[in-house]
């Protein structure tokens, strides 16, 4: 009875595609879950592999065009993989580098690192683009940090900005008013 049962749900009909959608889709958002947060997050290319091949994987399972069980195990197996080295990347310091890369400081205390930009494949338009979405500022020379991040996203942290103190003389001498202007 229960063979029975698998090769109805093998079959192309549409229900038997119908079930498998449901069950895939119920077991990956479970997979995903039990990933932890990282599949919704800002992505790595660490995180972007895994789930590309997720979902090749499950596709198999909703087109019947492999085994149901076998498929639904790699699919367990490639998340269990992801969680174990996403564990391994968090506590092993040497790990991290390895699995996910590192980041690029692209601007130093106002000076762009042109050779960074060029061995990390950022234009000047896309670090100008980053600086006015990050700070809204249009200027390098206003960035203290730029970093090309391991997600790809470009992080960047405004300079620190002296304050500008004005004394004001209210009348010959009498009375002076100090304004500061941030």
């Known amino acids: 009875m229960l ?100 980041s690029t400081m692209l601007v130093r205390d106002g000076r762009v690192d042109h050779e960074a930009l060029r061995e990390s494949g950022v234009s000047e338009q896309d670090l100008e683009q980053a600086i006015r979405l990050e700070i809204g500022e249009t200027e390098p020379s206003r960035v203290r940090l730029a970093c090309l991040e391991r997600n790809g996203s470009i992080s960047v942290i405004r300079t620190k900005r002296e304050p500008v103190v004005l004394d004001i003389r209210v009348e010959d001498g009498i009375q002076t008013v100090r304004v500061r202007l941030e």
Do not use: C, E, N
């Not at 596709?59 to 149901?68: E, I, L, N, Y």
């Open 3 to 102: 063979k029975l049962g698998a090769d109805w749900l093998l079959g192309d009909d549409a229900l038997a595609t119908t079930v498998r959608t449901v069950v895939v889709y119920a077991f990956a958002l479970a997979a995903v879950r039990i990933g932890k947060k990282r599949f919704l997050s800002q992505a790595s290319a660490f995180d972007v592999i895994v789930a590309i091949m997720l979902g090749s994987i499950m596709s198999r399972a909703v087109q019947g065009s492999t085994s149901f069980g076998p498929t639904l195990l790699s699919g367990a197996v490639l998340v269990g993989t992801h969680w174990l080295l996403a564990a391994l990347t968090s506590r092993l310091d040497w790990f991290g580098p390895l699995v996910k890369g590192r």
